[in-house]
């Protein structure tokens, strides 16, 4: 073997172990619960013997479709509210000196190293009738009975903006820091005003990054699971609690398999939004 196929089967080598774990750990169950879900289900188990397509009929149920709309809405509320609150955050951080810009990074990624469920158990002793909210603002006369914060949509907006914060604000950083300050002094120079450019330069210019830390956020608020359960329970379902429910409490894998590869299909739609949007600003002619 010569140098060219040495350097070429090399690093495919060195792969070979990712890929043999990714193919028993990841790729074979996932081809399994989709074998699954296009089979019925009896009280005897999963009847192989029968391929049918009413695990996937039964998406259409109005109870199941109305938990996927749910589901959906709020991931697109918590990603808008993210959004919106990371870009200040993040202008704000790229004009600090870079050893405090480390230290509120640090800061802002801290809730992440912590587990999710106590971070959701966190938020549980701060959001409920008797929590640090609803004390203080009895206290001040502000209410006279507790707010309803928990079991609730509202409570899993809440800690799920606080868990994924992270995700929109360190694109944003990144992109913001690499923006050559040339461009907005050029701009102010032509008499841009500061609203100006921000919109015509600095929004722009830092727009991918955006996205792709919205795509992100959203597939993730769809398929977070703890944060739900535990802060929206069984009055706000959403779709990783009922597919819990269906697989590990009434054991109906085929139909569990199907809301698993519906769940799967819309977390992967932005995935490919973003990479359409991607490929389409790299290939779009630049105007003179």
């Given at each position: 073997m010569n140098d060219a196929q040495s350097r070429r089967v090399g690093p495919l080598v060195l792969l070979l172990p990712l890929l043999a774990l990714m193919l028993a750990f990841?790729?074979?169950?996932?081809?399994?619960?989709?074998?699954?879900?296009?089979?019925?289900?009896?009280?005897?188990g999963i009847d192989f013997s029968r391929w049918t397509f009413d695990n996937y009929a039964r998406l259409?149920?109005?109870?199941?479709?109305s938990v996927f709309l749910r589901t959906a809405r709020i991931s697109l509320i918590i990603t808008l509210i993210?959004?919106?609150?990371?870009?200040?955050v993040a202008l704000y951080i790229v004009g600090l000196r870079s050893r405090l810009q480390a230290i509120i990074l640090l800061v802002y990624m801290a809730p992440w190293l912590v587990n999710v469920v106590v971070k959701a158990f966190g938020w549980s002793l701060i959001l409920s009738g008797?929590?640090?909210?609803?004390?203080?603002?009895?206290?001040?006369?502000?209410?006279?009975?507790?707010?309803?914060?928990?079991?609730?949509?509202?409570?899993i907006i809440i800690g799920l903006v606080h868990g994924h914060f992270v995700f929109a604000l360190l694109p944003l950083w990144a992109a913001l820091g690499e923006l050559d300050p040339r461009l907005k002094w050029a701009a102010a120079n032509l008499g841009a005003s500061r609203a100006q450019v921000?919109?015509?330069v600095v929004l722009p210019l830092t727009l991918p990054a955006l996205l792709a830390g919205a795509f992100i956020n959203f597939t993730m608020n769809m398929a977070a699971f703890a944060t739900p359960a535990l802060l929206g329970g069984s009055r706000a379902r959403v779709i990783s609690f009922v597919a819990?429910?269906?697989?590990l409490v009434e054991l109906n894998w085929p139909f569990g398999?199907?809301?698993?590869?519906?769940?799967?299909?819309?977390?992967?739609?932005?995935?490919?939004l973003s990479l359409r949007i991607a490929s389409g600003r790299k290939t779009a002619p630049v105007e003179a």
């Open positions: 990841y790729l074979w169950p996932l081809l399994q619960t989709v074998i699954n879900s296009f089979h019925p289900f009896e009280l005897s259409f149920d109005p109870y199941y479709a993210t959004c919106a609150l990371a870009y200040p008797n929590g640090v909210i609803n004390r203080s603002l009895r206290g001040l006369g502000v209410i006279d009975a507790p707010l309803q914060l928990m079991f609730n949509e509202t409570g921000f919109l015509k819990y429910e269906v697989n398999g199907a809301l698993a590869m519906a769940l799967l299909v819309l977390t992967l739609v932005p995935i490919w």
